[in-house]
C-alpha cells in the first residue's frame, strides 16, 4: 500500500471496523476538521475510519493544481523571509540597565507586516510576521525574559491583532505567558 496522504487517500480501499463497509476514500464521508488532518467517516454507518493530514509544501508541490503550487511558492518565500529575519533580530538585544516595559506593535506597510519589539520606547527587534504568528510571538517573549530576566515589569501588546488572528486559543496562551514574565519582576 502507497504511504496515506491527502492525495492517495481517495483511492486507497478502507475497510470499517464497526459494520465491516469497505470501499475507497473517495466514497467515504468527510467528517471532522482539525487544524493539521480531517476525519472521513463510513459512508454506512458514520463511524470515524480515518485521519487524512493536510498536504505538506513538498506534497502541494509534487500533486497539487498549478493554483495551488503558485500559493505554496509564495508562502514558501515568504516563509524564507520571516526565518531570515528572525535569524537577525534576536542578535540586536542590548544591554539595559534596570526596569524594562517591552511594547510590541504590528507595522503594515503596503504588502509587508513586521513586527516591532520596543524596549522603554527604544527599538530592540523587528521582524517580518505573518498572520496568526503567535508562536512565534511566544518565543520572542521568552527570549526577552532570558535576556532581561527579573527585569520586565511591563509587556504591552494592544496593536497586534493581525499576529493573533482567529486562533481563539491565542490570546489565553500570551497572557499566560506575559503573566509568568512579569512575576519574575523584582527590582
Ligand atoms: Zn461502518
Not at 497539487?64 to 538585544?93: P, Y
Not at 530592540?124 to 515589569?153: A, N, P, S, T, V
Request: proline letters at 2%; charged letters at 30%; a negative charge.
Amino acid at each position: 500500500m502507497s504511504e496515506l496522504n491527502y492525495y492517495t487517500y481517495k483511492s486507497t480501499e478502507f475497510r470499517c471496523e464497526k459494520c465491516g463497509w469497505t470501499g475507497l476514500g473517495e466514497e467515504a464521508t468527510q467528517g471532522e476538521m482539525f487544524n493539521e488532518l480531517f476525519e472521513i467517516h463510513c459512508r454506512t454507518c458514520d463511524e470515524a475510519i480515518a485521519a487524512i493530514p493536510y498536504p505538506t509544501f513538498e506534497e502541494v508541490l509534487e500533486h497539487g493544481s498549478e493554483e495551488d503550487k503558485v500559493q505554496v511558492r509564495k508562502a514558501m518565500a515568504l516563509e524564507k523571509k520571516v526565518k531570515a529575519s528572525q535569524a537577525k533580530s534576536s542578535k540586536n538585544l542590548i544591554d539595559i540597565e534596570g526596569a524594562v516595559t517591552i511594547t510590541f506593535e504590528e507595522i503594515h506597510k503596503e504588502d509587508k507586516q513586521i513586527l516591532a519589539v520596543f524596549a522603554n520606547d527604544q527599538l530592540l527587534w523587528k521582524e517580518h510576521i505573518y498572520f496568526e504568528y503567535f508562536e512565534r510571538f511566544i518565543d520572542i517573549i521568552h527570549q526577552l525574559d532570558k535576556k532581561y530576566h527579573g527585569q520586565i515589569k511591563d509587556i504591552h501588546y494592544q496593536n497586534t491583532t493581525y499576529l493573533l488572528g482567529d486562533r481563539i486559543s491565542a490570546p489565553g496562551k500570551i497572557k499566560n505567558v506575559v503573566e509568568e514574565v512579569k512575576a519574575q519582576f523584582k527590582l
